[in-house]
């Protein structure tokens, strides 16, 4: 069974600074696509940055250049850094895993694993 907990949300200015953590258990952090989505109220969930098993990333085109994933392999940790953050990027931010694929879709059609979430404020 795979846990996926996330941390490090709060509420910070426009142009500020968060890094978001997602503790994972079991190791799947290098094996598996891993990822962050987002999601606002009303609205559906959506993909933000992913990380395929070999490293390879994508972005969402709203945060390209201002956010980072990246992953600790040793510790099964996964980040988001976000930089240069808007009001816009105000959500709740999911950990989420797709262990049956190394290659993600950056979908949430093929997650089977998520975590609670984390909220990120931002104001303007």
């Known amino acids: 069974q795979v846990h996926l907990a996330e941390s490090g949300g709060g509420s910070v200015q426009a142009g500020g600074s968060l890094r978001l953590s997602c503790t994972v258990s079991?190791?799947?952090?290098?094996?598996?696509?891993m990822g962050w989505f987002r999601q606002v109220t009303g609205k559906e969930r959506e993909g933000v940055a992913t990380?395929?098993?070999?490293?390879?990333?994508k972005y969402a085109d709203s945060v390209k250049g201002r956010f980072t994933i990246s992953r600790d392999r040793a510790e099964n940790i996964l980040y988001l850094q976000m930089n240069n953050l808007k009001p816009e990027d105000t959500a709740t931010y999911y950990c989420?895993?797709?262990?049956?694929?190394?290659?993600?879709?950056?979908?949430?059609?093929?997650?089977?694993?998520w975590g609670k979430g984390t909220l990120v404020t931002i104001s303007s």
């Open positions: 990380m395929d098993s070999d490293g390879t990333t």
């Open positions: 989420a895993a797709d262990t049956a694929r190394g290659r993600c879709w950056f979908s949430t059609y093929y997650i089977n694993y």
């Open positions: 079991g190791h799947i952090v290098s094996k598996a696509c």
